[in-house]
Every structure is written in structure tokens, then in C-alpha cells.
């Protein structure tokens, strides 16, 4: 996210939700910096000594300003939950919440794109700046610092690229979980964008895959914007082109009778890439390799 430092305030709506009280705590404990938490009904409460409000307007007048919201409550309750930190100013929302409804997502983002709002999400495990800050509920053991950035759609899969990144000594600076929603908020070529521009990413690696997502939009960004290198990761080539069980749009599209679209193919990503000259690795124990090359370059 944008302008994001070790100190940056963020507030956690949904903070007494179950998954909501157990990242908190984790996040905290990893040293980021949650000034406050929202949650209707327990305001004036504290989980972990930060405050509780019944609403962010009333976290904002006592806190101040936050840098980003991080959103736990159900899926029916995030878009208005979503809105009410946009209302009141905040321009970074990651949604950790997944099965959001389609057309929440659809107006949500219609409100974002008007009042310039980056939204990370829904169904995302958030965004983590090694040894500095975690926010959402990435799994911080699989990383460490350096100067890798890490875009992907999936989480367990993300944690392997990070691993074997960390075990090939190379540390990542930023890794983002877009989200595995239908649906969903910032893109890759949105934060290609911002890592292109981080003075703290040297390469950046971007993990896709089959089913829904916009890799070939990604691949022609890179080609035509993107001065770091970029290597990349499509994971599903080994399925059979007419099925892609990446999530229920897909599973409920493979049990219909009309082809799926040829684009959306791991084979069809990888392919756009390569035209586009950019290093693809076959599996995620070749990234490591991949990227110094592409370093020394």
C-alpha cells in the first residue's frame, strides 16, 4: 500500500469478530502499530489495550487519522463497513473477508474508484512488509526482509514462492494477497505500479493462475511500463484446458456444458508472458534461480 512505514496507524474493523481478536493480536505482536479497533455494541472496551469504538468515526475523533482499515466483519456486513471508512477519509482498506456478495463488491467499487480508494480484497490475507509490518493474517514465518516484491492471487501458494525465496537468501520487501474472489479490488498492474516505484523492491515476482484474474493484462503492463524485472508464476498448467476449479464461479462453470474462455488457461497466461519476454517459472522451486538472473541483468 501507499506510503506504508513500520509506525503507520491502522485501525481493525471487526476487531472482536473471531478472526478479527486472533490477527490483531498477531499483527500487534509483529510490532504494527493498531491504534485502534471498531466494533458496534462493545465500544468502550479494549482487546489487547486498544480501544474499541462503536463506529469509525468516533475511532478517528479520539486516534486520529489511520493510514489503512483492515475489515473482519461477515461478508453481508463488509460493504457497509467498507463505506464507512471511505465516508470518513481512509484511503487503504484491505478486506480479509471472503463470500462478499457480487454486487456489494460491484457498488463498492464504483465508490472506491470515485474517491480514489485502493482496496486490497475481499477474501485477501493482506499485506506484509517483512520484519516492519503486518497487516491481515499473512503468515509471517515464511518471510524476511529484502527487496523482493511478491504479487499474488492465492495465500498457501504465496507462502511457498516466499519460502523458497527466504531459503534462496532472497528477502522480500512488500508481498500482497490480491484476493481469490470473483470480484475483487486493486489489480496486479495496480501494484506492479506501486512496487515499480518502491525504492525498497529490486524485482518483483507475481504469482497467477488459472481462472479468473487479468495475467495477460499484467503481462502487457510489464512489457510496456515495468523497468524492474519481473518474473512470474502461473500455477494450474497441468489441468485439462476445459476445467478450472480455482474457485465456486469456476467449480459451478465446470459442471455446464459451454467451454471455458481460452484466456483464462494457465497455458494461455504463461504464453502472454513469454511473449512479452518475461521469465515464467514451471514450478516455484525455479523462481529463486529466475530472479537472480534476472537481477544480474
Known sequence: M?????????????????LGAIYTARMKA???NVVAGVSPGRGGQKLDDIPIFDLVEQALSVVGQVDATIIFVPPYSVMDAALEAIASGI???????GGVPPLDMVRLLRKAAVTNTLIVGPHSSGIIMPGKILLGSQESEF???????LISHTDILTYEVAWELTQAGLGQSLSVSLGSSAIIGSSFCQWLKILDKDENTKAIVLVGQSGS?????????????????????????????????????????????????????????????????????????????????????
Open 2 to 18: 501507499k506510503n506504508l512505514k513500520p509506525d503507520s496507524k491502522i485501525l481493525v474493523q471487526g476487531i472482536t469478530e473471531p
Open 30 to 32: 509483529y510490532g504494527t
Open 91 to 97: 484511503s487503504q482498506i484491505i478486506l480479509n473477508t
Open 143 to 149: 518471510y524476511t526482509p529484502g527487496s523482493i516484491g
Open 213 to 297: 484474474g487479468n495475467e495477460a493484462d499484467a503481462a502487457q503492463y510489464i512489457a510496456n511500463g515495468i523497468d524492474k524485472p519481473v518474473v512470474a508464476y502461473i500455477a494450474g498448467g497441468h489441468l485439462p484446458t476445459d476445467k478450472r476449479l480455482d474457485n465456486a464461479t469456476a467449480i459451478i462453470a465446470s459442471q455446464l456444458s459451454g467451454p471455458i474462455i481460452d484466456s483464462d488457461t494457465a497455458q494461455s497466461k504463461i504464453a502472454a508472458f513469454k511473449q512479452a519476454k518475461i521469465p515464467v517459472a514451471k514450478r516455484p522451486s525455479q523462481i529463486p534461480d529466475l530472479v537472480k538472473k534476472a537481477l544480474k541483468k
